[in-house]
């Protein structure tokens, strides 16, 4: 039984796959869109610094962060950010965090970039975003190649124990429950991005 449900959840490796990289995609997208949203002044009204759990030669890794309040026709918005450097650097030791983060002082009016189809959407530093694309094609590269493995062991493990088949009707049967899944996975992000608030 457990064999099955782990064979079970190989199939569905690609769909993960499809939606996890398409909402990558997603945040590349609206860092590359954010070049040309409208600017509006934001109060500052905290800042922070924030431990990313991460370690680098045994230093903690820390980010800074602000919280902003602002408002677009006559509505008001409140989000948080964690800004990069004026070099792009997104996190670094404890004092480099806490120097960035007091650039961003309470109480202090600074230049906030919104999507005018979302305003909640916002940033301090337009074109910013936590994916790198060249990191993101090579991981989603190996995603896409690793969960087809799973996805074809999966489909002729059961249908070999299920079904009467040969091994290379069992592999295509693989190959057609990738195509099936990936098609699931883009279907499940599409739906996600339908279920997102437009206001």
Known sequence: MIALLIQLLMILTPAVSAVTLGLKYDELKRAGASKEWPAVKAAVTNNTIVDTGKKVKGQNVYQPEISLSYSVEGKNYAVKQRPS????????????????ALQYKPDTAVRLYYNPQRPQQATV???????????WLVIGSVMLLFSFILCVLGTVAITQR??????????????????????LGFLLYLLSQELRPKQ
């Open 85 to 100: 450097d004026a070099n792009g650097q997104r996190e670094g030791t404890k004092q480099w965090a806490r120097e960035v």
């Open 125 to 135: 530093v337009p074109g910013q975003s936590s994916v790198n694309k060249n990191q």
């Open 162 to 183: 299920v079904l009467t088949v040969s091994t290379a009707v069992s592999f295509i049967l693989g190959i057609v429950a990738f195509g099936m899944m990936l098609m």
